[in-house]
């Protein structure tokens, strides 16, 4: 392991995480440790779950097999900013396809794929709980909850991310 | 106006702090329950309300919490099941965001009528700003002596904490979510044995949704009688419905159980009727998972009788002509919508959210996403109508999990009660969904 990711950078969180269950029972802290880690990474490299596996004295496939079954994290090389829109029905019935798309045209990439300044990736999102005020998408690392979204205020969003860079 | 019991204050501003929260009268559970009330008693209270998991199965709370064993000197755990991921569901997450406080008095009252020491809630990952939300109100309870060590100078203690998930629909199952929460693949456990025995850790465990536990509070305020009072039937209490699709006022409303569907599609104090002047189509009324309606089977049952807003009402007429209450995520769809393209899309859902654990699932969700997508797309035949049919048959019934069904009801009731718009699909493509057909929506997995 060369470079160190989590362990001392967020230590006191960590062990603060682990406090929260049995001692025999660390691995629980399997899942917030890998959103700390694609936190400060952007998306999960091998050796970043390596070091999380060392954190909580489990072997590393333990950690693989768990990070490639959790839709939210990424294995490869992801954009700075994750724009992940709901496909799922009720948001599709009141116009998320078409915003899919629009985005998909605005940005020249696909779902799925990122621009090449490296800033934008459209990845598909399956239902966020917010079927009332669809179509949503939502950004990481902070996952806030943009509602009710138009064209215009994709317009709006884009621009401001761009400009914050 | 209906009986509130959780969205009472929802409006008063500052509702989301401790401070107003408890001006409002939020924490006498708490008070009462660990000053004057043994453990059992509470149960009791429980049990006598009626009250049933608000989750989706509906399953009697007090039951499930007098499963509990008691027998082990294992330490006992709650875990609030906060992974609100099924389709056209999102009362938890508004309850949360709005009134953190209501959910964890709930679980601290809850834990202590269940001797847990250490309780989670198991919040679904892509809710990272609800988690916050929480945690901020955890801190403010610890702070006012409401969690931690003698609350409140009782001789009871608990620890509460926040989970996140990894964004897995699976892990609504609740014994997916003690896997997820153990740090393993949401795989859901064979039952028996039951979280009730053998749940996280391997001790005795109790699992309740997010609106079960809110509302423990107001039963052990007022008393199981007084909750059993509200409603019709074994269907008790109030029931938050999360409404959404093509309708006029989209959001979440607290209803009596046993108003009738009728009222509640149309009425001005909840989704006051069908948007754009349109005619009503169809309905899901409990979740992606239930059984479709058509609009005459919505509104009334097979025998002509008003269809309520209740447990037994909606699933009057058994699958033929019922649905079922579910989690309370109202779907709506007016006569614009295609019923195909929503069945591909939710069968779609449910083949990306199989967790790949049983063959019957992991292929015949697989399977109906494709045989719909080429219904759909204008490539289907008329032997696949009848053969989505075979294929959710055997799905059903043959999987650990309640996820076979959840993915095969949905396709079994549209071709039941819409058999004519796929045979149009077959026969002439352009019929209905052309503007569709020349762009895909992505669907990779």
Not at chain 2, 94 to 117: K, N, V, W
Not at chain 2, 434 to 445: C, D, F, T
Request: aromatic content about 8%; charged content about 25%; overall charge negative.
């Amino acid at each position: 392991m060369n470079i160190e990711y989590i362990k001392e950078k967020r230590k006191g969180e960590i062990a603060d995480i682990i406090s929260r269950y049995p001692a025999d029972r660390k691995k629980s802290a399997l899942l917030p440790l890998l959103h700390i880690a694609q936190e400060e990474n952007g998306w999960l490299p091998v050796d970043a779950m390596d070091e999380v596996a060392d954190i909580l004295d489990i072997k590393p496939i333990e950690v693989y097999e768990v990070a490639s079954f959790y839709t939210m994290f990424h294995l490869k090389p992801i954009g700075k900013y994750v724009l992940e829109v709901c496909r799922t029905g009720p948001c599709c019935n009141v116009g998320a396809e078409e915003l899919i798309h629009y985005l998909e045209d605005k940005l020249g990439v696909a779902v799925g794929e990122t621009t090449a300044d490296g800033l934008f990736t459209i990845k598909p999102v399956e239902c966020l709980a917010a079927c009332g005020t669809g179509p949503v998408l939502q950004i990481g690392p902070e996952y806030h909850y943009h509602e009710n979204l138009t064209r215009e205020k994709l317009d709006q969003l884009i621009d401001e991310l761009r400009r914050a860079n | 106006m209906g009986k509130k019991i959780l969205l009472e204050h929802i409006n008063v501003p500052g509702i989301n702090t401790l401070e107003v929260y408890r001006k409002m009268g939020g924490y006498e559970s708490v008070r009462k329950a660990v000053n004057e009330m043994t453990p059992d008693a509470i149960v009791e209270e429980v049990k006598k309300s009626g009250l049933r998991g608000r989750g989706g199965a509906g399953f009697p709370t007090g039951m499930k919490w007098s499963f509990l064993d008691k027998s082990t000197d294992k330490p006992r755990y709650l875990v609030c099941n906060a992974d609100e991921s099924e389709p056209g569901t999102f009362k938890d997450r508004y309850l949360m965001q709005r009134i953190p406080h209501a959910l964890i008095e709930g679980m601290i009252t809850s834990s202590y009528a269940l001797g847990a020491r250490t309780s989670y809630i198991y919040v679904r990952g892509e809710m990272m700003p609800v988690i916050r939300i929480l945690e901020k109100a955890i801190k403010e309870a610890y702070a006012a002596g409401l969690l931690g060590k003698n609350i409140l100078g009782s001789s009871y203690s608990l620890d509460l904490y926040v989970q996140p998930g990894g964004g897995a629909y699976i892990c609504g199952e609740e014994t997916a979510l003690l896997e997820s929460l153990e740090g393993k693949r949401g795989n859901p456990r064979n039952k028996p044995p039951f979280p009730a025995v053998w749940g996280l850790y391997g001790c005795p465990t109790v699992v309740n949704n997010v609106e079960t536990i809110a509302d423990i509070p107001w039963i052990v305020n007022h008393g199981g009688d007084a909750y059993a009072a509200i409603g019709v039937g074994k269907s008790t209490g109030t029931k938050l419905i999360s409404a959404c699709g093509n309708i006029n006022k989209p959001g979440v409303y607290e209803i009596e159980l046993g108003i009738t569907v009728e009222d509640f599609i149309y009425s001005d104090e909840y989704c006051g009727g069908i948007a754009n002047g349109r005619e009503l189509k169809a309905v899901v009324a409990g979740g992606s998972s239930v059984p479709i309606l058509p609009k005459n089977l919505i509104l009334t049952t097979a025998n002509n009788e008003k269809r309520l807003m209740t447990y037994e009402s909606l699933s009057d007429g058994g699958f033929a002509t019922g649905t079922m209450l579910g989690s309370g995520g109202f779907i709506v769809f007016d006569e614009q919508q295609c019923i195909v393209r929503n069945l591909w899309n939710f069968s779609r859902f449910y083949h990306h959210e199989s967790c790949g654990q049983c063959s019957p699932c992991r292929e015949g969700t697989g399977w109906m996403e494709k045989v719909l997508h080429r219904i759909e797309y204008g490539h289907g035949k008329m032997e696949d109508i009848d053969l989505l049919v075979s294929i959710a048959k055997n799905i059903e019934g043959k999987t650990i999990c309640p996820l076979g069904e959840a993915a095969a009801w949905p396709v079994a009731s549209a071709i039941r009660h819409f058999r004519a718009e796929f045979e149009a699909h077959v026969q002439n493509p352009d019929s209905c969904c052309k503007k569709h057909l020349h762009r895909e929506l992505v669907h990779s997995h």
